[in-house]
């Protein structure tokens, strides 16, 4: 059985940091990627950062290139979402999401099949 657990979320000041984790179970997380979405009240889901498999690609929103850093610790089968330089728009709920059909990262929610429940981040002063 898949499971995605986050944890990691807060309350934070603007211009300070955060870093989720994405614990993985029930697959071999390295071999598939493991994406970052967020939501925020109101509006669509959107891709953050995505890491495919083994030591393949990384991307990033334009929105959080340079501030977040998204790393996987295979052993621990763990994915993080290392988040600096925080914006209060940057306030959202964060789900982690994994794809066991493609090797490839994508921004498209359809693209995930595995879904984490979400860690809430607000950044507000």
């Known amino acids: 059985q898949v499971q995605l657990v986050e944890s990691g979320g807060g309350v934070v000041q603007p211009g300070g940091s955060l870093r989720l984790s994405c614990a993985a179970s029930?697959?071999?997380?390295?071999?598939?990627?493991v994406a970052w979405f967020r939501q925020a009240p109101g509006k669509e889901r959107e891709a953050v950062s995505c890491i495919s498999n083994r030591d393949g690609p990384i991307d990033y929103a334009d929105s959080v290139k340079g501030r977040f850093t998204i790393e996987r610790d295979n052993a621990k089968r763990t994915v993080y979402l290392q988040m600096n330089r925080l914006k209060p728009e940057d306030t959202a709920v964060y789900h982690c999401?994994?794809?066991?059909?493609?090797?490839?990262?994508?921004?498209?929610?359809?693209?995930?099949?595995?879904w984490g429940q979400g860690t809430q981040v607000t950044v507000s002063s």
């Open positions: 029930g697959f071999t997380a390295d071999y598939y990627p």
């Open positions: 999401a994994a794809s066991t059909t493609y090797y490839y990262c994508s921004g498209r929610v359809g693209h995930y099949e595995y």
